[in-house]
């Protein structure tokens, strides 16, 4: 059976600060691979998401960067943090077309101080 | 832009009694939803999908209607029990990725 990880699980960093979250994923062969911020009250927001290794696409414009090193992983970095980044990051995958149902991983709760 | 909203953000049952969760979409062109259960903390995790060819879908405990000309999802959950607890939120594809509801928050009382 197919398992998504996430990690850390929580990370609290200051302002200005680097950041990376890493999402793998396992039992599943050239997943599409996505990212996602859950604010507080509000719906997923998609981040970024991947239909191959080193093939990224954006759909916020941010401060944050995905990267796609291997098939199964998934990389979320950004040079310096925004308080206003701070948030719940969930990775998730999907088989097949990028419409099919997508699974989530156990996310990451990211708080800039 | 797209929105999906439900109409009740918060709801409480009885345990064994049936709840009904709800979503309305925007987009009169998806032709593809699904519901998402997630407890606190933790990931959403997927309880049932719905293709556009179709009204009803049935799993275990939890059937999903679909009405296309009003562009209204529910969530039907049979003899709600304890594990129910948690946030409900509904998602539909348009264009090139899937939108996301708030969520309902589903209590339920023992």
């Known amino acids: 059976s197919q398992t998504i990880h996430q990690w850390p699980a929580t990370l609290v960093q200051p302002v200005g600060s680097p950041l990376s979250l890493e999402c793998t994923v396992e039992g599943t062969s050239n997943p599409n691979l996505y990212w996602y911020r859950q604010a507080a009250g509000r719906g997923l927001q998609l981040l970024f998401y991947?239909?191959?290794?080193?093939?990224i696409s954006s759909e916020v414009p941010q401060n944050l960067s995905a990267s796609r090193p291997q098939d199964r992983q998934f990389i979320l970095s950004s040079k310096k943090l925004l308080l206003s980044d701070s948030g719940f990051y969930l990775c998730?995958?999907?088989?097949?077309?990028?419409?099919?149902?997508?699974?989530f991983g156990p996310g990451t709760r990211l708080t800039v101080l | 832009g797209e929105s999906v909203g439900l109409h009740l953000p918060t709801l409480s049952v009885q345990e064994g009694d049936n709840s009904i969760i709800n979503c309305a979409y925007s987009?009169?062109?998806?032709?593809?939803f699904i519901w998402y259960k997630q407890e606190s903390g933790k990931g959403p995790q997927f309880i049932i999908d719905?293709?556009?060819?179709?009204d009803k879908r049935q799993g275990q405990r939890v059937t999903v209607l679909l009405n296309k000309t009003v562009k209204h999802l529910s969530l039907q959950i049979a003899a709600t029990q304890p594990g129910d607890s948690a946030v409900y939120f509904c998602a539909y594809w348009a264009g090139n990725q899937f939108y996301f509801g708030t969520g309902t928050s589903l209590t339920v009382i023992p």
């Open positions: 719905i293709r556009s060819n179709m």
């Open positions: 987009n009169s062109a998806s032709d593809y």
């Open positions: 998730a995958w999907s088989g097949g077309r990028v419409r099919n149902e997508q699974f």
């Open positions: 991947s239909v191959g290794i080193g093939q």
